[in-house]
């Protein structure tokens, strides 16, 4: 669990770092053709953004969006279907939700809508949303959980995890179910609990 909430920590750091690279350039970028975006009042609006970062050759992290609206009055940056992807040596892990937020001053940031946090290894968080609290160096949802891996199903009210702690507390009430591959008919359940309780 150690491993999955500095992860999660290091997902969501990716994000801001990302954003805060956009910010940065956004005012290089030229303004996209409006006619084919919905109207809002956003100061910039970008279509089809893919940012990525390459070490030795390798992609290390990209990101993709298919848009971004800048409010520079309310100070936030507002991405659409988003999908964050990290390539570490042993494992790849993807972010995915519908929006995102960036809030200039405080570079807290908002995940929204079918978020999903998927790993190669099997770890998989799905939740409504995704918050980061940059000064707190926090990740949280008040929203339902559901954190999976290996057999291994958690299902909370929310989650909370701290950088400075290493730590990840699913919020109650909290249910775990724990399954296993059979092996045959008769294979026993695991930790003295039923399949599927």
Known sequence: M?????TILACV?????TLGVFLLTR?????SDSTDLPLTK??????????????????LWKLDADRAEVFEQEGKTVLRDVTITIH????TWKVTGEEGDLLDATKDVTIR??????SSDGTRLETDHLR?????????????????R??????????????????????????????????????????????GQ
């Open 88 to 91: 570490q040596p042993d494992r």
């Open 150 to 195: 290996k057999g291994a199903v958690v299902t909370g009210q929310g989650l909370e995890t701290r950088l400075t702690e290493e730590r990840t507390a699913v919020k109650g009430p909290v249910r775990a179910t724990f399954t296993r591959a059979r092996s045959g008919p008769s294979a026993p359940p695991v930790a003295g609990l039923s399949e």
């Open 27 to 31: 005012r290089r970028a030229p303004q």
């Open 42 to 59: 956003a100061t910039f609006r970008i279509k089809d953004i893919h940012l990525q970062e390459e070490g030795s050759g390798n992609i």
């Open 113 to 118: 809508k079918n978020v999903v946090l998927t």
């Open 2 to 6: 150690k491993k999955v909430s500095v």
């Open 13 to 17: 750091l990716l994000f801001v770092l």
């Open 132 to 148: 980061w609290q940059a000064r707190e160096k926090m990740v949280w949802t008040d929203t339902p959980v559901t954190l999976s």
